[in-house]
Nanobody, 122 residues
Framework: QVQLVESGGGLVQAGGSLRLSCAASGRTFSNYAMGWFRQAPGKERERVAGINKSGGVTTYADFVKGRFSISRDNAKNMLYLQMNSLKPEDTAVYYC???????????????WGQGTQVTVSS
């Protein structure tokens, strides 16, 4: 399995920005479609954004469209999530996920990172 390590979380004021990173190792990164998910306290984990193996196809949840941007660098084995115009409701633990088959969803068999906390203050 591919190993994933997220970083870049933290505390930010509403309207601010953060860039999350996910470092992949152990397998050929370009063989995996990737995704960012989040889970807030008391809520189910939900997909935020996804990207295919080449980076040519991206998908976003409606609640982040126009604010977040997913990207990848296959040469560096890195996945990114640029988060702008952050809102208090974006507060959650953010996870990256990898799937060799499809852009990761909540139902697909994924490899997961350990998560990074994002807290947005009002």
């Amino acid at each position: 399995q591919v190993q994933l390590v997220e970083s870049g979380g933290g505390l930010v004021q509403a309207g601010g920005s953060l860039r999350l990173s996910c470092a992949a190792s152990g397998r050929t990164f370009s063989n995996y479609a990737m995704g960012w998910f989040r889970q807030a306290p008391g809520k189910e984990r939900e997909r935020v954004a996804g990207i295919n193996k080449s980076g040519g196809v991206t998908t976003y949840a409606d609640f982040v469209k126009g604010r977040f941007s997913i990207s990848r660098d296959n040469a560096k084995n890195m996945l990114y999530l640029q988060m702008n115009s952050l809102k208090p409701e974006d507060t959650a633990v953010y996870y990256c996920a990898a799937s060799a088959v499809v852009i990761p969803s909540s139902e697909s068999p994924n490899s997961w990172g350990q998560g990074t906390q994002v807290t947005v203050s009002s």
